[in-house]
């Protein structure tokens, strides 16, 4: 595991087990489907192929990246907006996964990694990073409707005053 501080990034070795596409974007029953369908051999699944290879987990308040650890080619890359559920899979603790709808097409993919020690601790980072990265948006909307409010409240004063200065041009004359 390391940490670099100019990106606010962690990375972390994994094993990946693969990516499958899934009906459902939540639930424990489907990192079960997801792990079960990736041990069924489907030689025409590019997906299934490139399983069991060694990446680098990048986690930051953006996203998740998954490059390959060779490499550093970027294998996949899911914004923390489009995770809908993490977790470690009960059945092998030493396995976690994440749920993340595709950015472009209507559909949900579980991403699944195999860790020898810490996968409850990267499945509680990730949610942690999850959480961080919805109050910050929370906060950055907060931000809009404040300033939305204060653009509003000023045109509204600003028409106040030119009322008033005619007012009182009308007066002077």
């Known amino acids: 595991m390391s940490d670099t501080e100019e990106d606010n990034e962690i990375s972390f ?7 499958v596409e899934v ?5 424990l029953e489907i990192l079960s489907e997801a792990a079960q369908s990736l041990k069924t051999p489907d030689q025409f699944s590019s997906e299934k192929a490139a ?21 550093k080619f ?8 489009t995770i809908s559920f993490c977790a470690v899979l009960p059945s092998s603790p030493k396995v976690f996964g994440f749920v993340a709808r595709h950015p472009a097409a209507d559909t949900n993919h579980c ?22 990265s919805k109050k910050e948006e929370s906060i950055r909307g907060g931000r809009d409707l404040i300033v939305e409010a204060l653009r509003h409240k000023n045109k509204v004063l600003q028409r106040e005053n030119e009322e008033l200065k ?6 002077s004359n």
Do not use: M, W
Request: glycine letters at 8%; charged letters at 20%.
């Open 111 to 132: 991403y699944l990694f195999q860790s020898q020690a810490f996968s409850h601790l990267l499945v509680s980072v990730i949610g942690d990073a999850f959480r961080a």
């Open 51 to 71: 399983r069991k290879s060694k990446v680098h987990l990048f986690l930051s308040l953006s996203g998740i990246d998954i490059l390959e650890n060779k490499t």
């Open 13 to 19: 070795p994994v094993k990946f087990l693969g990516r």
């Open 74 to 81: 970027l294998l996949y890359s899911c914004p923390l907006s």
């Open 23 to 27: 009906v459902r974007s939540d639930g």
């Open 166 to 171: 005619r007012r009182l041009a009308g007066q």
